[in-house]
């Protein structure tokens, strides 16, 4: 009886909704089966290239197990892929513990993956160093450059993002005209044209003799350009909180600092945590991008590999764009997921 009424009140409540509610089933009746055939039932799990062009009805599964290792390291020396192994068993014990509300030691945890985790990344990947065979960004691929590019746009985006935020609302007209202008200059370039600037052009402005590695000159970018939307998330936030928090707290005889980071901004960033984490999604997305100036991230590493003639197979594209798909899905929505936690959790949502 409960899921009858359950049933009643939630997907025919109405002429509306019940016709939404079957019209949401045909949906799933005529889509569902299908997909299930091509990537399951149909599919094939095991063998080569010509096994898949024997079989054209189906995914094509062999394509991603034979090209896993270039899907996630790129052309990443082989015998060097513990050091990439190591940063993400690395990034991902400082990580669990950060997410971790109840977790204890915050303040150290947030120091070693804010300022030792990324030396000690630089130093696992990029080499060079006593011990450490040298590894140039040209052979970084896959997943690592994803999450590379992805990981240090957030990391860099959301503290300028409020600081520029605070800078387009201080008091001071210089500082407010300096961040109304980089974020207003930074949000009215495309992304597209800020990575083939920093990979094409800016080589061209810099003395003779001066250069800069082509992947650190796409991360500065996409840092840039995602702070200038975070900043506009950040304020949006401010400008939600009451005058008189503000007023509050000179009448106590905080500074401007002790306000910002003691009343002000903790309340604001819990106000804009779905859009901070809608602009993190977006930017983790925007990194497909960064194959225009010749960087292979996931996606780029899957279309490198479709050129190989062992798997020029029928359904070979679209088994590896498939593929792909579901790792950006899973960790878009574990962010997702994440922040519908966090919201709950802070108790953000004033519906009654």
Not at 150 to 163: C, E
Request: glycine residues 8%.
């Amino acid at each position: 009886m409960q899921s009858v009424k359950w049933l009643r009140k939630n997907l025919f409540s109405d002429v509306w909704n019940s016709a939404l509610t079957l019209f949401a089933l045909w949906v799933i009746y005529i889509s569902v089966p299908p997909l299930l055939d091509w990537a399951i039932f149909k599919a094939v799990w095991e063998g080569n290239g010509n096994t898949c062009r024997e079989i054209t009805s189906g995914a094509c599964w062999p394509f991603v197990k034979a090209n896993l290792g270039q899907f996630i390291y790129g052309r990443y020396p082989e015998s060097e892929l513990w050091r990439v192994n190591l940063t993400f068993v690395l990034g991902v014990a400082g990580l669990i513990p950060m997410l971790m509300p109840s977790a204890p030691a915050k303040k150290w945890n947030l120091i070693y993956l804010v300022v030792a985790y990324p030396l000690i990344a630089i130093v696992l990947l990029a080499g060079d160093r006593p011990g450490l065979v040298g590894v140039d960004t040209s052979l970084w691929g896959g997943l690592l450059v994803t999450l590379v590019v992805a990981v240090t746009g957030i990391v860099v985006s959301l503290p300028l993002g409020i600081l520029l935020a605070l800078g387009r609302r201080s008091d001071m007209p210089a500082i407010r005209m300096l961040s109304i202008a980089f974020i207003e200059f930074w949000r009215g370039v495309p992304l597209v044209t800020v990575l083939f600037m920093a990979s094409v052009m800016l080589p061209l402005f810099l003395p003779e003799g001066v250069s800069f590695d082509n992947l650190l000159r796409c991360l500065i970018g996409v840092a840039l350009f995602s702070s200038a939307y975070m900043a506009e998330v950040v304020r949006g936030g401010l400008q939600a909180i009451p005058r008189g928090q503000y007023e509050a707290a000179r009448a106590v005889g905080m500074s401007y600092w002790q306000t910002m980071g003691l009343i002000i901004l903790p309340q604001a960033l819990r106000h804009v945590i779905p859009g901070i984490v809608n602009t993190f999604i977006g930017l983790f997305k925007d990194t497909t991008l960064v194959l225009i100036v010749g960087i292979f991230d996931l996606l780029g590493q899957v279309r490198a590999q479709l050129s190989d003639p062992n798997w020029a197979v029928p359904e070979g594209a679209t088994t590896g764009y498939v593929f792909a798909a579901l790792v950006f899905w899973v960790f878009c929505f574990g962010m997702s997921r994440y922040s519908v936690f966090m919201e709950r959790r802070l108790n953000t949502d004033h519906r009654n």
